[in-house]
């Protein structure tokens, strides 16, 4: 299979990769890792007019850690942040969560940013950033940066708040809740493959071993990442126990509105969710406990 006809532009910087945007819109397809874009191309499932591909704006390859928190450009590969041994010292539910997207031939190009800005409902980066409230910097031609919150930036099914002519620059997680535990569950069909369902949990313990801090995210159910906030009021400032945490699954599952495909039923995905809560949150919770 082949692309469709498109004009091809390699700007070096985001000032170019900008300029571009705003003179092409919607009409206009960034191009990262292309692991995702690639395929569709080949489909002709897009067909865009431009093809942007900004894989030498070495300006937006970058990770870094702080005691403000770790930032993330949006052109960083997965691999290096898999091949930081840094980061599960900074990042642990990130470091964690890595081995499971895809295979490595695939985080070898694959970016965060372009995870981010397709915005698949399984994917793992949007269950990060929903559990982990990360801020997102987006950036315009000629305009001031916008800085969108994780809850804000998912609108449905590859929708996000992104506009046409905007360009992700960089995440940011705030720094490592000290003393919480956090855990990553999915089911798929193989390794590698999408999640039919997720689910990202953190939990920090209060000195009275009460839950002072939840955050349970589910992927790949609903249409979007979702955190599951009645779950987490269940839990949040009570002591757990196997049957509060049982309780919170169940709750957890009612909440969803679960896709239905070819892969999975409604049904099915809302079980799925309850199990793997109440295995992601009683692994956070002995994590939590260590410290």
């Known amino acids: 299979m082949k692309p469709p006809l498109f004009k091809y532009f390699d700007p070096d910087t985001p000032e170019e990769a900008l300029a571009l945007l705003h003179e092409w819109g919607d009409e206009a397809k960034v191009l990262a890792g292309g692991q995702t874009l690639g395929p569709m191309l080949n489909f002709r499932a897009v067909s865009p007019a431009a093809l942007i591909d900004i ?7 970058h990770h870094r850690f702080a005691e403000a928190g770790t930032v ?3 052109l960083t590969r997965q691999q290096a942040l898999e091949d930081d041994d840094a980061l599960a010292a900074h990042q642990p539910l990130v470091a964690e969560a890595i081995p499971y997207i895809a295979h490595r031939a695939i985080r070898n190009r694959g970016t965060v940013g372009g995870s981010l800005a ?3 409902p399984a994917a793992e980066w949007g269950a990060l950033i929903t559990t982990l409230d990360a801020e997102l910097t987006v950036r315009k031609h000629r305009e001031a940066d916008r800085v969108i919150p994780a809850a804000n930036f998912f609108r449905g099914l590859l929708e996000t708040a992104l506009q046409p002519d905007e360009l992700l620059a960089e995440i940011k997680l ?12 999915e089911f798929s069909r193989r390794h590698g493959d999408f999640a039919l369902a997720g689910i990202a949990s953190v939990v920090a313990l209060a000195a009275d071993g009460t839950c002072a801090d939840v955050r349970i995210t ?3 159910v609903n249409l979007a990442p979702a955190r599951l906030e009645i779950a987490e009021t269940v839990l949040r400032g009570s002591r757990p126990d196997p049957a509060l945490v049982q309780k919170a699954a169940r ?4 909440e969803t509105s679960p ?7 409604a049904a099915y995905r809302r079980h799925l969710v309850q199990v793997l809560v109440e295995q992601s949150v009683a692994k ?3 994590r939590a406990s260590r410290h």
Do not use: Q, T, Y
């Open 259 to 265: 896709m239905e495909d070819s892969h999975a039923s």
């Open 251 to 254: 709750e957890a599952a009612g």
């Open 284 to 286: 956070a919770l002995v």
């Open 55 to 61: 894989n030498h704006v070495k300006a937006l390859a």
């Open 218 to 220: 589910a992927f790949g």
């Open 72 to 74: 993330i450009g949006a």
């Open 118 to 120: 397709h915005a698949d």
């Open 174 to 185: 705030p720094p490592w809740p000290r003393g919480a535990g956090w855990s990553i569950v």
